[in-house]
């Protein structure tokens, strides 16, 4: 602290040609000892004391007569930036209590008192004395003091628990610390006795490992007590068997993969390779050695790990054709909680005709149980079941464990959720897991004229009305007897139908049109919507009653945008659906994916089964790529940018610097390579970008920076 923060800037001042009354009237106006005498200029010419003006008036001064006489010339002055202590040391040096601060100028700005120091020292002291003892309890390590009577004088928390003791038990001697403690106690007594500092010793105390030093005090050229620093080695030492267990570990699995049959490569969270298998090797042709250390994303682009370090998510059962074999190509992230730290890839290229062999033979398998599965739902009314929920996100984990509970319920549900996320294909499986004998019946409320909502959800008996059926008609309610009535849409379900749904869910019973009999209904009501049915309550479109009446159990489900992690899987899914119907589809692109993970959907899945079949009917490879998805998609904003030079290494060129001479004369080049590739493999941009050695992504985005059609 400086002098600047402690003075008083509020004082009286006054002239050498002044009187004795004038400084007496001051004087009676502050309570500073001295009043600064200055000239014209304002610059300070000395003081006049309070102790001097009395004595004067006491030895019979007058009262008019100018206190020239009276001024102590060539005061002690303080500067502005000088230090508390700095000031201290000088006013008690002059045995005086108060000095004036002056400017460069020589002009006083400020009074400062010996009293108004030694305050300051003293916050200043004890803010350092808080500091200390913070400092001192916070210390990494156990540290304690001892005096020369073996009193423990200070310990920190740290010390405290090794030494197992209590610092309110006072006072604490050396002869109170445990029997175990005989080298500490007397290795503390050899530091006293010598005045040296002792050599670091490894002791076990209460079951700590710590490391121990002396460091003896001193107070006046003469020991007074030592200081103990006591290091903990227990969490350094399980760390270092955890360590050890690690490596072990790595190498198992270093073993296990070299052993895999497949290509493996394994790379951290920035996409550095830190183990690669002999087949790997094998299939790109290059050393370990070679590629350990490098970044994957530049040397093995199309493998996609990009895209499942940057989204988190897995992508699975990808196609390429690498060194001319085909292969399928399998990305998986590996996540330390929440946090993505690295990726295993793993590609299959050895015995695939088998495979494929063996592939064809369940997917004909799968179609024949997929056909009686069919057979029997249409028997029930349902399509679906809980298994065809494609997904593992934690979002939809939790829906299908609410939508298990509730098939359990003959409560009436009630499924949320924007359109095309899935509310019909849920009450589809909780209806099948609910086990009920009777049948599903869905009525879509939105597609129902108003003056039919009647006779469709009840029924009708012959001659009810003009063209009523011979026999009558059986009513939605009646065919879901002992079963599970689906209301879609229920949203938009005209306010004098819900009149009449709401009298028929509390008493269970109607009345066909035209007859008298009632009937007892046992139906569980499933009601989906995408609409906020708090709102249209709020409005008067939905009448209040019969929304507390359907909203028992609700379900709320995610859109795809909240469990993109879950697209690669109903991708594959839509894959095996779109071979069912006809297609020979093998897979989609790590590029088409990584597009796909990264739009909204706002017509979720269902939007996304649209994209899919588009895309198949696109295809003439078997294989989903960028071009064959829609421009909607497209115009979303890239995760990467389009690659370097086809020929020239990206880590070869970062630490070129090309004038644009040369620039130029690299890019065209590069357009010359890519027109003679176009031309030998006759338009075909697939083969193209084989000869060139780059993906197809890279490939279209260089015809399209350079104008080739």
Same mark, same amino acid.
């Given at each position: 602290?400086?002098?600047?923060?402690?003075?008083?800037?509020?004082?009286?001042?006054?002239?050498?040609?002044?009187?004795?009354?004038?400084?007496?009237?001051?004087?009676?106006?502050?309570?500073?000892?001295?009043?600064?005498?200055?000239?014209?200029?304002?610059?300070?010419?000395?003081?006049?004391?309070?102790?001097?003006?009395?004595?004067?008036?006491?030895?019979?001064?007058?009262?008019?007569?100018?206190?020239?006489?009276?001024?102590?010339?060539?005061?002690?002055?303080?500067?502005?930036?000088?230090?508390?202590?700095?000031?201290?040391?000088?006013?008690?040096?002059?045995?005086?209590?108060?000095?004036?601060?002056?400017?460069?100028?020589?002009?006083?700005?400020?009074?400062?008192?010996?009293?108004?120091?030694?305050?300051?020292?003293?916050?200043?002291?004890?803010?350092?004395?808080?500091?200390?003892?913070?400092?001192?309890?916070?210390?990494?390590?156990?540290?304690?003091?001892?005096?020369?009577?073996?009193?423990?004088?200070?310990?920190?928390?740290?010390?405290?628990?090794?030494?197992?003791?209590?610092?309110?038990?006072?006072?604490?001697?050396?002869?109170?610390?445990?029997?175990?403690?005989?080298?500490?106690?007397?290795?503390?007594?050899?530091?006293?006795?010598?005045?040296?500092?002792?050599?670091?010793?490894?002791?076990?105390?209460?079951?700590?490992?710590?490391?121990?030093?002396?460091?003896?005090?001193?107070?006046?050229?003469?020991?007074?007590?030592?200081?103990?620093?006591?290091?903990?080695?227990?969490?350094?030492?399980?760390?270092?068997?955890?360590?050890?267990?690690? !490596?072990?570990?790595?190498?198992?699995?270093?073993?296990? *993969?070299?052993?895999?049959?497949?290509?493996?490569?394994? *790379?951290?969270?920035?996409?550095?390779?830190?183990?690669?298998?002999?087949?790997?090797?094998?299939?790109?042709?290059?050393?370990?050695?070679?590629?350990?250390?490098?970044?994957?994303?530049?040397?093995?682009?199309?493998?996609?790990?990009?895209?499942?370090?940057?989204?988190?998510?897995?992508?699975?059962?990808?196609?390429?054709?690498?060194?001319?074999?085909?292969?399928?190509?399998?990305?998986?992230?590996?996540?330390?909680?929440?946090? *993505?730290?690295?990726?295993?890839?793993?590609?299959?290229?050895?015995?695939?005709?088998?495979?494929?062999?063996?592939?064809?033979?369940?997917?004909?398998?799968?179609?024949?149980?997929?056909?009686?599965?069919?057979?029997?739902?249409?028997?029930?009314?349902?399509?679906?079941?809980?298994?065809?929920?494609?997904?593992?996100?934690?979002?939809?984990?939790?829906? !299908?464990?609410?939508?298990?509970?509730?098939?359990?319920?003959?409560?009436?549900?009630?499924?949320?959720?924007?359109?095309?996320?899935?509310?019909?294909?849920?009450?589809?499986?909780?209806? *099948?897991?609910?086990?009920?004998?009777?049948?599903?019946?869905?009525?879509?409320?939105?597609?129902?004229?108003?003056?039919?909502?009647?006779?469709?959800?009840?029924?009708?008996?012959?001659?009810?009305?003009?063209?009523?059926?011979?026999?009558?008609?059986?009513?939605?309610?009646?065919?879901?007897?002992?079963?599970?009535?689906?209301?879609?849409?229920?949203?938009?379900?005209?306010?004098?139908?819900?009149?009449?749904?709401?009298?028929?869910?509390?008493?269970?019973?109607?009345?066909?049109?035209?007859?008298?009999?009632?009937?007892?209904?046992?139906?569980?009501?499933?009601?989906?919507?995408?609409?906020?049915?708090?709102?249209?309550?709020?409005?008067?479109?939905?009448?209040?009653?019969?929304?507390?009446?359907?909203?028992?159990?609700?379900?709320?489900?995610?859109?795809?945008?909240?469990?993109?992690?879950?697209?690669?899987?109903?991708?594959?899914?839509?894959?095996?659906?779109?071979?069912?119907?006809?297609?020979?589809?093998?897979?989609?692109?790590?590029?088409?994916?990584?597009?796909?993970?990264?739009?909204?959907?706002?017509?979720?899945?269902?939007?996304?089964?649209?994209?899919?079949?588009?895309?198949?009917?696109?295809?003439?490879?078997?294989?989903?790529?960028?071009?064959?998805?829609?421009?909607?998609?497209?115009?979303?904003?890239?995760?990467?940018?389009?690659?370097?030079?086809?020929?020239?290494?990206?880590?070869?060129?970062?630490?070129?610097?090309?004038?644009?001479?040369?620039?130029?004369?690299?890019?065209?080049?590069?357009?010359?390579?890519?027109?003679?590739?176009?031309?030998?493999?006759?338009?075909?941009?697939?083969?193209?970008?084989?000869?060139?050695?780059?993906?197809?992504?890279?490939?279209?985005?260089?015809?399209?920076?350079?104008?080739?059609?």
């Amino acid at each position: 602290m400086f002098v600047r923060e402690l003075m008083t800037t509020s004082f009286f001042t006054l002239t050498p040609h002044q009187s004795i009354q004038d400084a007496l009237q001051i004087f009676s106006r502050t309570t500073a000892g001295i009043i600064p005498v200055i000239d014209e200029e304002g610059t300070i010419v000395g003081i006049l004391t309070k102790n001097r003006l009395i004595r004067a008036i006491a030895n019979g001064s007058s009262f008019d007569e100018p206190i020239v006489s009276l001024i102590v010339c060539k005061p002690v002055c303080l500067k502005p930036d000088y230090t508390v202590d700095e000031a201290k040391h000088i006013l008690l040096k002059h045995v005086i209590s108060q000095a004036p601060v002056i400017n460069p100028e020589g002009q006083p700005i400020g009074i400062v008192s010996t009293a108004d120091c030694l305050h300051t020292y003293h916050i200043v002291s004890t803010m350092l004395d808080n500091q200390l003892k913070k400092l001192f309890d916070n210390l990494p390590f156990g540290l304690f003091s001892v005096d020369r009577q073996m009193n423990l004088t200070a310990v920190n928390p740290i010390a405290q628990q090794i030494l197992n003791v209590d610092p309110d038990h006072q006072p604490l001697t050396i002869s109170d610390l445990p029997m175990e403690t005989l080298d500490l106690k007397q290795m503390i007594k050899d530091a006293i006795s010598s005045g040296q500092q002792t050599p670091k010793q490894k002791m076990s105390i209460n079951h700590h490992s710590v490391l121990v030093e002396c460091l003896p005090l001193y107070e006046r050229e003469r020991i007074s007590g030592v200081m103990v620093m006591m290091e903990e080695l227990t969490h350094i030492e399980r760390l270092t068997e955890e360590l050890q267990w690690t !490596k072990e570990w790595e190498e198992k699995l270093r073993t296990v *993969v070299e052993l895999a049959y497949d290509g493996i490569v394994l *790379v951290n969270q920035k996409g550095v390779i830190t183990m690669a298998n002999k087949g790997f090797c094998e299939l790109f042709q290059v050393q370990a050695e070679q590629i350990i250390g490098q970044s994957v994303m530049e040397d093995f682009p199309d493998l996609g790990i990009r895209q499942v370090l940057q989204l988190g998510v897995p992508i699975q059962g990808t196609g390429k054709i690498i060194s001319g074999k085909r292969c399928v190509i399998t990305t998986l992230p590996i996540h330390d909680g929440k946090r *993505v730290v690295g990726a295993v890839c793993k590609i299959m290229y050895r015995g695939l005709r088998q495979l494929h062999e063996a592939l064809e033979k369940i997917s004909r398998l799968e179609k024949q149980i997929s056909y009686y599965q069919q057979e029997l739902n249409d028997i029930k009314g349902t399509r679906y079941t809980f298994a065809d929920i494609v997904g593992n996100s934690a979002k939809i984990r939790q829906v !299908k464990k609410e939508a298990m509970f509730a098939s359990r319920s003959p409560s009436t549900i009630l499924i949320c959720g924007e359109s095309g996320t899935g509310k019909e294909l849920f009450a589809h499986s909780i209806h *099948v897991a609910s086990g009920v004998p009777g049948a599903f019946v869905k009525v879509n409320c939105a597609a129902i004229p108003e003056e039919l909502f009647e006779s469709e959800f009840f029924g009708y008996e012959e001659g009810a009305f003009t063209g009523a059926k011979r026999g009558g008609k059986k009513g939605k309610f009646h065919l879901a007897q002992n079963g599970t009535l689906f209301l879609d849409e229920i949203g938009d379900m005209p306010l004098s139908m819900q009149v009449k749904l709401l009298r028929v869910l509390q008493e269970k019973e109607f009345e066909p049109l035209g007859s008298s009999r009632t009937i007892r209904v046992n139906v569980r009501i499933i009601a989906a919507t995408n609409q906020d049915l708090e709102r249209l309550v709020q409005e008067g479109k939905f009448r209040e009653d019969l929304y507390y009446r359907i909203n028992v159990f609700r379900i709320e489900l995610p859109p795809l945008r909240e469990r993109k992690e879950d697209i690669p899987e109903i991708v594959q899914t839509l894959i095996g659906k779109l071979n069912q119907s006809g297609f020979d589809l093998k897979g989609i692109t790590p590029d088409a994916l990584s597009l796909l993970l990264n739009y909204t959907w706002p017509g979720n899945i269902r939007e996304l089964a649209n994209v899919m079949e588009r895309a198949a009917n696109l295809t003439t490879n078997g294989y989903i790529d960028i071009e064959h998805l829609p421009t909607t998609i497209l115009r979303q904003e890239p995760l990467d940018s389009p690659s370097p030079s086809v020929y020239a290494h990206p880590s070869n060129t970062n630490h070129i610097k090309m004038n644009n001479s040369y620039r130029d004369e690299l890019k065209n080049k590069e357009k010359e390579l890519i027109l003679k590739a176009l031309k030998q493999a006759q338009g075909n941009k697939t083969k193209a970008s084989h000869l060139l050695g780059i993906s197809r992504t890279w490939l279209y985005a260089k015809m399209k920076e350079y104008g080739i059609r």
